[in-house]
């Protein structure tokens, strides 16, 4: 592949948001040392990439300019760098990229290795290449901080999920439905029946006053808040939480943090916890198994050719995405 161009979207410096985006043609990647060329098909956005975007990880991230954007990826191995042993040219895989060099709206794509997991021929390009940051959030903060087993086994817990139509939201809802739990689920009255669909056992709008504050339509207290959305203050959730509840906010924010700190400083039973999923192969494998197998699914909000990536990424700032939206070159 060396001395070949492909078609690719980057930005050249913080802001500008879709405006920002530019279309160009650079040099197909090389793989280095146990990293994978992948030809990509189809490459999912999350919020994490526009507010990279924007400069909340400013100076970390991105690590230069300009930046070629997207980091959940879906496709097929061109070739290996030395060392590596797990995949070979033809196969098909899904990975996550790395935050610093991103790489996911272009035609290739260089991925870890250890950041890669087999695409068995159930699991589409699209289906795939939604689960890497949504997915494995949603299953680590409820297998390993809320401690759910997905096989049923444990006592009956009650769940909230807040924005349970969006990206992590859906996949946190069909995940808990896996385990022993009474979901309630709160998103826009567009999505009631989606998110029922989904499997929960509850669903509240969150414009309506019920919704508005939290309150199980049948009464229970939860244990675990799965915290998808923003703006909630603790004193919504305090009087619907269990007296040893936990609200795990995947979307943490300046008031978040104040009220962790008070939680821990007050020796709190009631917790609000600041939750991160730390991304690996052996959960996006377990995650790529569930979609195997008819358990877990992929909503597709909206599918966009790499041509129109701008309009996916205002899709994706505008925030109202019901599942994934999906880039294919």
């Known amino acids: 592949m060396a001395g070949k161009l492909m078609k690719a979207v980057q930005y050249f410096g913080y802001g500008g948001g ?32 526009w507010k990279i975007q924007k400069g909340i990880m400013r100076p970390f991230l991105p690590r230069k300019f300009p930046y070629i954007p997207g980091l959940d990826v879906a496709g097929e191995v061109v070739e290996g760098g030395a060392g590596v042993k797990s995949f070979k ?30 695409r068995p021929p159930e699991v589409s390009a699209a289906d795939g290449a939604g689960l890497p940051i949504a997915g494995i959030t949603a299953l680590q903060v409820l297998t390993q901080y809320a401690g759910i087993k997905l096989d049923r086994s444990g006592q009956q817990v009650n769940i909230l999920v807040t924005a349970a139509s969006s990206g992590v939201g859906h996949y946190a809802v069909q995940l808990a439905k896996l385990g022993n739990t009474h979901v ?68 943490p924010s300046s008031s978040g943090l104040l009220t962790f700190a008070l939680k821990k400083v007050t020796f709190s039973k009631k917790q609000f916890l600041l ?55």
């Not at 033809?90 to 709206?105: H, I, N, Q």
């Open 184 to 251: 309630t689920a709160t998103c826009g009255a567009r999505n009631l029946d989606f998110v029922k669909h989904l499997g929960a056992d509850e669903v509240l709008d969150y414009k309506t006053p019920d919704g508005a504050a939290l309150k199980s339509p049948s009464g229970r207290k939860y244990d675990f808040v799965i915290h998808c959305a923003t703006g909630i203050p603790w004193s919504t959730f305090d009087p619907n939480l269990s007296p040893n509840g936990k609200v795990f906010d995947l979307t």
């Open 89 to 118: 040219a033809g196969d098909k895989v899904v990975a996550t990229l790395s935050f610093s060099y991103g790489g996911g709206l272009a035609e290739f794509a260089v991925a870890k290795e250890r950041l890669t997991v087999s």
């Open 18 to 49: 879709a405006a920002g985006l530019k279309h160009v043609e650079v040099p197909v990647p090389t793989p280095g040392k146990d990293e994978l060329l992948l030809k990509l098909e189809a490459t999912s956005l999350n919020a994490v990439d």
């Open 275 to 329: 939750a991160f999923a730390k991304l690996n192969a052996e959960s996006l494998d377990d995650l790529v198994k569930l979609v195997k197998e008819g358990k877990l699914k992929t909503a597709i909000d909206s599918r966009h050719s790499l041509s129109k990536a701008e309009d996916a990424w205002a899709k994706c700032i505008d925030c109202h995405a019901t599942g994934k939206i999906i880039v294919e070159p």
